[in-house]
């Protein structure tokens, strides 16, 4: 079965600082990986997502992400952090087969601090 | 592209009374759509998954005459809550994929902006 750890409910940063978001997934073959965004109230937008190919993904709003098969890892990077950076973040899996369900992690709250 | 409108935004009801929220994808069509329920602090649940022109699919432990979902057509679907109870209250998201594309595209999953339910 799918499943998704986040191990950090919240991390704090310093604007301009750099971030890495951990998220490790179970599955059986190479999973559909995605980030996505949620502001407070808000649905969640997509930041990025691997399907396949180059294991080091490009997102919007300066993220980045990169799969590692052997870690079973799909960490979340970003270099400077912006205070309109801070919101919960959830990664997420989704399987190749079948009604292509998406399971999300428990999300980690990011803060910014000045 | 790839929006998806979720509407009422926030509602307020009576114990008793029922809620529809509508969740429309307005430049795509979306066989599938995904309904959440997240608690404060919390990840998403998902509630269950709409298929146009068939049944939801409920998942364990989310009663399917509670919440009532109707797929109509490739660009809206509904979810009621029924005979609504103070712990319904809760934010109600949903999702709904682009039909077209290949396998890995239809994993990708466009959100609508949620509907906070309070019920009185």
């Known amino acids: 079965a799918q499943s998704v750890t986040q191990p950090d409910i919240h991390i704090t940063v310093s604007e301009g600082a750099s971030l890495e978001l951990r998220c490790n997934y179970s599955?059986?073959?190479?999973?559909?990986l995605f980030w996505y965004v949620q502001s407070p109230g808000q649905g969640l937008q997509l930041l990025l997502k691997?399907?396949?190919?180059?294991?080091l993904v490009q997102g919007i709003k300066g993220f980045e992400a990169e799969f590692k098969r052997s870690q079973s890892s799909f960490n979340l990077r970003k270099p400077s952090v912006h205070w309109s950076d801070a919101a919960e973040y959830f990664c997420?899996?989704?399987?190749?087969?079948?009604?292509?369900?998406?399971?999300f992690g428990a999300g980690t709250r990011l803060f910014v601090k000045a | 592209g790839a929006v998806v409108s979720q509407h009422p935004s926030w509602v307020i009801c009576k114990s008793g009374t029922s809620v529809k929220i509508e969740c429309r994808s307005l430049?795509?069509?979306?066989?599938?759509m995904f309904w959440y329920r997240q608690f404060p602090k919390q990840s998403l649940m998902l509630m269950a998954t709409?298929?146009?022109?068939?049944?939801?699919?409920?998942e364990q432990g989310v009663e399917k005459d509670k919440f009532l979902i109707n797929h109509a057509s490739l660009t809206l679907s509904t979810l009621t809550v029924t005979s609504a109870h103070p712990e319904d209250s809760s934010f109600y998201i949903c999702?709904?994929?682009?039909?077209?594309?290949?396998?890995?595209?239809?994993?990708?999953?466009?959100f609508g902006a949620g509907t906070r339910l309070s019920v009185l």
């Open positions: 999702s709904a994929r682009d039909s077209s594309g290949g396998d890995g595209a239809k994993n990708i999953q466009y």
């Open positions: 599955y059986g073959a190479t999973p559909y």
């Open positions: 691997y399907f396949s190919g180059d294991t």
């Open positions: 997420a899996v989704g399987a190749r087969t079948g009604g292509f369900k998406t399971i």
């Open positions: 430049d795509f069509q979306a066989t599938t």
């Open positions: 709409s298929n146009e022109g068939s049944k939801a699919t409920y």
